[in-house]
């Protein structure tokens, strides 16, 4: 074997080494963890929502957990309660339950490498006991996390198929600093199919998951069908990548939404969403602030015109603080777009800054390629525009983006790990 073919091999294997393991469809090989027979949250009563967001705050870590790094962001859902760190972009999703009267209020769940396939169990008390109960009551004061500095978490970490018994908790350091004017945008409803967090994308699932990875805001992909229905689903084409099913081939175009409904399924079974489908979940199940609609073709603006305002118009009468964004990614979809006249609606460019003003928009969507930009984004900001660059995934980008040109937002397939590191920069922890 000659010196050249010695090297070549040598880095198959590397790559084989450091790479994720990868399914014939390309999707990421993860096995998700469960507590057998629930856990000790089989015999739990519910928190009181009032009393879940007592424990957002940034908590130092010891034990097992410091393999998050050395401070955590800890968030909180209707759903249940969130850990994100930096090392190796890891996270945790925890369902929370109250024991025995309710003086105990207990966290589980499964913590997951996201640059890698590495799963695993979490299990946490909430201490010290007072506090516990007091959450548990539903008592409004234990609702403030600035009342109780001495808030932990206690409890055990596994690795794999093991149960959790390695010593991990995080302890408050102090609270997040609040992201009402900045956006998360989870890219693609919120988790794409490939890195497999458990939902598929571009599902009602994954927007209605999407809160509990950190995100304020989602983006998803629309295509219509032949019969003018517009549906979630990136790609023009079906395929086994996204979709299963024995029948579910063929451009969307081609087909009606009768016969995606009857044999098509997302890659995790989940259904193919029709938009208002997705937007209605969005706008009653989550509190997500905005939807952004990536737009494929000029012809489907003005239906999703229509869609947006009346989406728009009934989340004002509920008073709920949601606006749908029509997105142009494209020359054609923005002349489209503008030709429409003034806009009653939100929009986002993701062209020049000129013709975000031109066109009247309130977002700048720019690629994270281009650089930080940040004579533009400040001269955007100047015209009150919002600039949300796209789709930035790795800590190196996250923090020269946040840090060198001060964007509104970023949109990204790691919610969970911007979500994290605006909290550190922004927060001052380093």
Known sequence: MGPSLILAHQLLLLHVLLVPSLGCDGRANVEHRTFPEGGMLADAVPVPQVSLPALRGIFTT?????????????????????????????????????????????????????VDVDTGLLRFEVEPPSLAAALCRGDADASDPGLHPGARLSGVYGEGDDLPDLPAGASF??????????????????CRTIDD????????????????????????????TRDGVPV???????????????????????????????????????????????????????????????????????????????INARAEALGRSFRVFIGCPS?????????????DVPCLVELSLDDVIAAGCEIWGPRYTLGPMAEEVARARAAGIRTVFWTVNGQE????????????????????????????LRGGYE
């Open 62 to 114: 010891d034990g097992e957990l410091r393999r998050f790094g050395d401070l955590v962001s800890v968030h909180s859902t209707a759903s249940g309660v969130s850990l994100f760190g930096d090392e190796d972009a890891r996270y945790a999703l925890l369902d929370a339950g109250c024991l025995e009267d309710g003086s105990r209020l207990v966290l589980e769940g499964e913590h997951r490498v996201a």
């Open 173 to 190: 350091t102090g609270p997040l600093v609040p992201i009402d004017d900045f956006t998360v945008a989870s890219h693609r409803g919120g």
């Open 197 to 224: 967090c458990g939902v598929s994308e571009n599902s009602i699932e994954a927007v209605v998951s999407a809160e509990r990875f950190g995100a304020t805001s989602v983006e998803i992909d629309v295509r219509f």
């Open 232 to 310: 979630l689903y990136h790609d023009a084409k079906l395929s086994s990548r996204l979709t299963r099913g024995r029948y579910c081939v063929g451009e969307i175009a081609n087909l009606d939404l009768a016969h995606l409904q009857a044999n098509c399924r997302l890659r995790f079974g989940e259904a193919m969403p029709t938009l208002e489908e997705a937007l209605d979940a969005a706008l009653g199940q989550t509190n997500l602030r905005a939807v952004w609609l990536d737009v494929k073709s000029d012809q489907d603006v003005p239906t999703l015109v229509e869609i947006t305002r009346r």
């Open 331 to 343: 020359q054609a979809v923005y002349d489209a777009f503008v030709a429409l006249g003034p806009p």
């Open 397 to 424: 980008f996250i923090d020269l983006l946040l840090t060198d040109s001060d964007p509104a937002g970023l949109l990204t397939d790691r919610p969970h790990l911007v979500f994290h590191r605006d909290q550190m």
